[in-house]
Structures are given as structure tokens and as C-alpha cells.
């Protein structure tokens, strides 16, 4: 069951507008990142930006089982995620995720806060049985699926190409849930940053012709 | 041994006590609620093996400024090196660090630690100038941590992975070996729109430079213009 659920959540037709991301990709070609180097970008974000969101939701997870108060890891969230654009569009997203958690998995003992993406589904996957390696491969997951996807609308190449360099990454994913999967508190999430990611995403928001996002 | 430099307002001038090591620390001017005090090698640091530590206090209500006449250059040899500081800064108290470049040579292998714990309506600014390499160098190992926190919790807490193979990646640093930053706790200053800056969730902001080669420009007018909030 759990597997399908995993399936379910990771589903780009979830109406929870992951269509409007892009991993940063957009920002970074604009930045002058030649498409080649596309493997390699996203491998640095599964090192050091997606790690933070994946322990995030880790810890999420962890603490809503407990039952303790989420406003610590959104906060350690907020001190590890600098640029306002990052934070804002995660706080976006968390608006989708937090609809379509009180629909699926409702709860009567809340009262309705904020959550950034990461926050909101680690307090889904508390809800609906995910463990918390599952719960990180679902965020790294869909950030390489989010930045390979995106390739296709912003520089048209072969879509059986794209899937191959996807499934080509899982093995990525999985390595950078084995580092999160144990973590249990706010403090422990790592604070692994990526100087240019930042930067391009802080610029990105400021041009005015761009498909995605971030 | 660690440096210390704890500075306290008084009624007519401020209770300042100074404690070095291979850094020493030198009172430049005294004001009747704070200190400017440069902090000078008494010999070559950072060689490989050193560990510096450097520990400031700046009670409730007090000010201190803290220059370093040059730069410092981590050297590569047997061994690994830390840089290690921690500020304190009581409530109302201001702290501006104005910092040289710190070079990180070929062959080196340095940690460099941050604590930052900020008290009520305390400011602080200080800069960081990471350069990779002396001239013609690649530049060596580098791993840095900053925990920046507040009377109510976190406001920045960042760990950058500099050693060579990891900062030439594509979304960290590519082929450029400096990495200026400015960082201002504790208020919301204005940014200038040509430079990228990171305004954090709590009061506070992070100007960020990435070049091929030092150039102190770009955030020595933010520097400025921040540095008339304090």
C-alpha cells in the first residue's frame, strides 16, 4: 500500500502546482548553465538544498508523530533557506499540499497555520503511514523530476532521453534520504547551502519572461 | 588560548578587557559606551595545526568595532587548521566586524566556526571574504558553519562545503575563487539593487559576491550604507 501511496503523493497531477517549478533549472540557465551540466546540477542540490527540505520534512514528520509543535522546524527551516524567493515559494506550495492534507488526511486537533512544502508533507506523511526515508525520496524525488521535467518546455530534447538521465538519478535520491531518514530534531536538520543556486533564484524572480516559478 | 575581547559601557568610559594569543587584540579608540579594537598576528597565522579562537562579548547597550589591518592567509602544510569565533551581544549592544580577506592556500585544510548569539535589539555586521588560492593557486580545503541565533531562536544557520572538488560544482562556486559576503543581524537594512541579497525571515540580511578575482567593491558600498544603521 505504501508504495502506491509514495506513487500517489509523487504524481504531477496532484493539484498541488508542482507544473510551476522548475528545481531552479530556469534560473540557472539563465545564469549561463550549459544544459550539459544538468546531471551534475541537480546532484548539487540533492546535496545541499533538497537535503535541507528532505530533513525537513524528516523532522516534520517526526514531530507531528509526537505531537509536539512544528513552529520549531518551520522556524530551523526559515534560518537554513536564506532568499526571501525560496522561502515565499515554499510557503506557496505549502498552501497546496496543507489543502490537499486536510481533505485526504483531516485533523481535528489543529488549528489551520502556515507550513512551508517541506513542513506540510512531512506532517502528510506522518498522517498517511510514510516513513521518513519515504518521505525524503518524495522530496528529492521531485526535485530532479521537478528540474529534468522542466528541460522539456525550456530547451526541447528527446522526453525518452530526459527519462533515462531521471531514472539515471534515483540512486542519488535514495543516498541523500539514507543521510536524513534517522533525524528526529529541528536542530539536526542539516545547513548544506549552494552560493549560485541562491543567487540564480533570487535573480530569476526579478526577470520578467520566465515559465516557471523558481 | 583563545583571544577575547569583552567591551562594557560605563558612565564616563568603557570597561574593556583584552586577552591574545597569536592574535592579539590592540585598542584603537574609546568611546564613553564602546571600543574600536584591531586584532594583529603576533606571528604567522594561520599555519597548518593552528587553532585560533576568538571569543567577543559586548555587554547590554554596548558597541564595539573591530578592524583587521590585513588579511590572513591559511597556509597549506601537514595538518588541519580551525578558525573558530564566537560572539555574544547583549541587549541593545552593536558589533561591527569589518574583516580582511581570508586566503585560502594551496594545501591548506581549515574549518572555520561562527557562533552568533544576539540579544534583544542587538546589531551586528560583519563581513567575510573567502578567497581561494593566492595568486596562480587553485586553493585549499575549506568547510565553513555558521549558527546565527536569537533571544527567540534561529536567524541564519548555514554550512558551506568549500573544499576544492565541492565548490567548483556547477551551483556552488563553478570556476570562481572568492566568495564576499556581508551579513547584517538583527535589523532590516536597505539593499542595493544591483548586488544579490538574501533578506532573511527574521530581521536580517545576507549580501552575497562570487568572483574570479578580489574585488572589495561591490559590497564596500553596502558596507557604507549599512554601516550608517548601526
Not at chain 1, 29 to 36: N, T
Not at chain 2, 108 to 136: K, M, N
Request: proline share 6%; aromatic share 4%; glycine share 10%.
Amino acid at each position: 500500500m505504501s508504495g502506491l501511496l509514495l506513487a500517489f503523493l509523487a504524481d504531477v497531477r496532484l493539484p498541488v502546482g508542482t507544473h510551476t517549478q522548475s528545481a531552479g533549472l530556469e534560473a540557472a540557465l539563465q545564469a549561463g548553465m550549459p544544459i550539459s551540466d544538468l546531471a551534475s546540477y541537480v546532484r548539487t542540490r540533492l546535496g545541499t538544498v533538497t537535503e535541507v527540505e528532505a530533513a525537513t520534512a524528516v523532522v516534520a514528520r517526526a514531530t507531528e508523530l509526537a505531537g509536539d509543535d512544528l513552529a520549531r522546524v518551520e522556524r530551523a527551516w526559515a534560518a537554513r533557506t536564506p532568499s526571501r524567493v525560496l522561502r515565499d515559494n515554499a510557503l506557496q506550495l505549502g498552501r497546496g499540499h496543507g489543502r490537499l492534507l486536510a481533505a485526504l488526511w483531516p485533523s481535528d486537533d489543529r488549528r489551520p497555520a502556515r507550513h512551508c512544502r517541506a513542513v506540510a508533507l512531512g506532517m502528510t506523511a506522518a498522517r498517511a503511514g510514510l516513513s521518513g526515508h519515504e518521505v525524503a525520496c518524495l522530496v528529492g524525488y521531485d526535485d530532479v523530476q521537478s528540474a529534468t521535467s522542466a528541460l522539456l518546455k525550456l530547451e526541447p530534447t528527446d522526453p525518452v532521453q530526459v527519462a533515462a538521465l531521471t531514472r539515471d538519478l534515483i540512486p542519488d535520491v535514495v543516498a541523500m534520504a539514507d543521510r536524513v531518514a534517522g533525524l528526529t530534531e529541528p536542530e539536526q536538520i542539516p545547513a548544506h547551502a549552494a552560493p549560485h543556486i541562491e543567487m540564480w533564484a533570487e535573480r530569476h524572480a526579478h526577470t520578467t519572461e520566465r515559465l516557471f516559478r523558481a | 588560548m583563545r583571544t577575547r575581547i569583552q567591551v562594557t559601557p560605563g558612565p564616563d568610559r568603557p570597561q574593556v578587557e583584552l586577552r591574545g594569543d597569536v592574535l592579539a587584540p590592540r585598542i584603537l579608540a574609546t568611546t564613553p559606551d564602546g571600543a574600536e579594537v584591531a586584532i594583529v598576528g603576533t606571528r604567522m597565522v594561520l599555519l597548518a595545526g593552528d587553532s585560533v579562537g576568538i571569543d567577543v562579548v559586548v555587554a547590554p547597550g554596548g558597541r564595539l568595532r573591530i578592524v583587521e589591518p590585513v588579511g590572513t592567509v591559511a597556509y597549506g602544510g601537514p595538518g588541519s587548521s580551525q578558525w573558530d569565533v564566537s560572539i555574544e551581544l547583549g541587549a541593545g549592544a552593536v558589533l561591527e566586524w569589518e574583516s580582511q580577506p581570508f586566503v585560502v592556500s594551496d594545501g591548506a585544510d581549515v574549518t572555520r566556526t561562527t557562533r552568533i548569539s544576539l540579544g534583544a535589539d542587538a546589531r551586528l555586521l560583519q563581513r567575510e571574504t573567502l578567497v581561494f588560492g593566492r595568486s596562480g593557486q587553485r586553493g585549499g580545503s575549506l568547510v565553513t558553519r555558521l549558527d546565527a541565533s536569537g533571544v527567540d531562536g534561529p536567524l541564519l544557520v548555514e554550512e558551506l562545503d568549500l573544499r576544492p572538488d565541492q565548490r567548483e560544482r556547477v551551483g556552488i562556486l563553478g570556476d570562481n575563487r572568492v566568495l564576499d559576503s556581508l551579513l547584517a543581524l538583527g535589523w532590516r537594512p536597505g539593499t542595493p539593487a544591483d548586488l544579490t541579497a538574501f533578506e532573511l525571515s527574521e530581521p536580517g540580511c545576507l549580501v552575497r559576491h562570487v568572483g574570479h578575482q578580489h574585488d572589495h567593491r561591490p559590497l564596500d558600498v553596502c558596507w557604507f550604507r549599512w554601516h550608517g544603521d548601526l
